[in-house]
């Protein structure tokens, strides 16, 4: 039986993307897919924690309680991160659609704002990437920009298709605010930027931490205890190949320091 003074590694969680249209040559036609891109669960594992995949529970599968399962993994993980994916469909923050092209999966989004809600009443810590942001700030019952450039919230593009991840645009970072105190009094910080939407209304409780150089908000964080926290940019591919941008390591070790916080018993509920 382990002793109180051994340490357990966190179990942070991380929310799949869905894979509804699968190639033919992967075998399972008619199927939907779950997955999780790599550098993602890299980046987890570098900080001495285990990252472990959730898999979604279709909400209307009439044998399973989607909110008990939601339930069931915050009280079994140690912290939840939502990595990016798919635009959040407008009608989860009261809006209807203006861009019929747009790719969404309100199916997704769904489970994940259950799951969001599960970790937050268990005090688990939660971090938010891309997408990530901004269903936290949905959650808290904000609204997004549909199209950041096309609505006039920014006055350069966000996401370049072409040069997807090393696509990067300056950021400023709140003066004597917290993710500016864990960065040393950091400033200003190169990001990658992949991304057409962005926070419109600010959710409740919520503060800015961080602004691109055009004034779209980068960061957020609640003003409650609990660690809840979302950025914008990519942490998982500011790596060695991209010194110039803000390293994620303070980030990510405050975030795991959180999750890691309840481990030291030994035991685990």
């Known amino acids: 039986m382990p002793v109180a003074s051994e340490h357990v590694a966190p179990l942070i969680g991380l929310s799949p993307r869905l894979l509804r249209h699968?190639?033919?040559?992967?075998?399972?036609?008619?199927?939907?897919?779950?997955?999780?891109?790599?550098?993602?669960?890299?980046?987890?594992?570098?900080?001495?924690?285990?990252?472990?995949?959730i898999p979604s529970v279709i909400r209307d599968a009439p044998a399973v309680d989607h909110q008990a399962v939601c339930r069931g993994f915050a009280t079994h993980l140690d912290g939840l991160v939502l990595q990016g994916g798919a635009d959040i469909h407008p009608s989860c923050y009261g809006q209807q659609p203006r861009y019929p092209d747009a790719v969404t999966d309100v199916v997704r989004d769904r489970f994940e704002l259950e799951l969001l809600r599960a970790f937050i009443?268990?005090?688990?810590?939660?971090?938010?990437?891309?997408?990530?942001?901004?269903?936290?700030?949905?959650?808290?019952?904000?609204?997004l920009h549909q199209d950041l450039l096309d609505?006039?919230?920014?006055?350069?593009?966000?996401?370049?298709?072409?040069?997807?991840?090393?696509?990067?645009?300056?950021?400023?970072?709140?003066?004597?605010?917290?993710?500016?105190?864990?960065y040393g009094g950091m400033e200003e910080a190169q990001v990658n930027s992949i991304h057409h939407q962005g926070i419109d209304r600010l959710g409740e409780?919520?503060?800015?931490?961080?602004?691109?150089?055009?004034?779209?908000?980068?960061a957020v964080r609640h003003e409650g205890a609990q660690f809840v926290v979302g950025v914008q940019w990519h942490p998982e591919f500011h790596d060695e190949h991209y010194?110039?941008?803000?390293?994620?390591?303070?980030?990510?070790k405050a975030f795991l320091a959180e999750a890691a916080a309840p481990c030291w018993s030994g035991l685990r509920d």
């Not at 688990?124 to 990530?132: D, I, S």
């Not at 090393?166 to 917290?178: A, D, K, M, S």
């Open 121 to 143: 009443a268990e005090g688990k810590p939660v971090l938010g990437v891309c997408r990530g942001m901004q269903l936290i700030n949905v959650l808290f019952g904000g609204t």
């Open 22 to 53: 699968v190639p033919p040559e992967l075998g399972f036609r008619g199927k939907t897919l779950q997955y999780l891109e790599q550098s993602l669960a890299t980046l987890i594992a570098a900080g001495d924690a285990v990252p472990v995949m």
């Open 151 to 182: 609505e006039g919230a920014s006055r350069d593009p966000h996401v370049v298709p072409e040069a997807e991840e090393e696509y990067r645009h300056g950021l400023v970072l709140q003066t004597n605010g917290w993710l500016s105190s864990l």
């Open 243 to 252: 010194p110039e941008l803000m390293p994620p390591g303070p980030l990510v």
């Open 205 to 218: 409780g919520l503060q800015i931490e961080a602004l691109s150089h055009d004034g779209v908000i980068e």
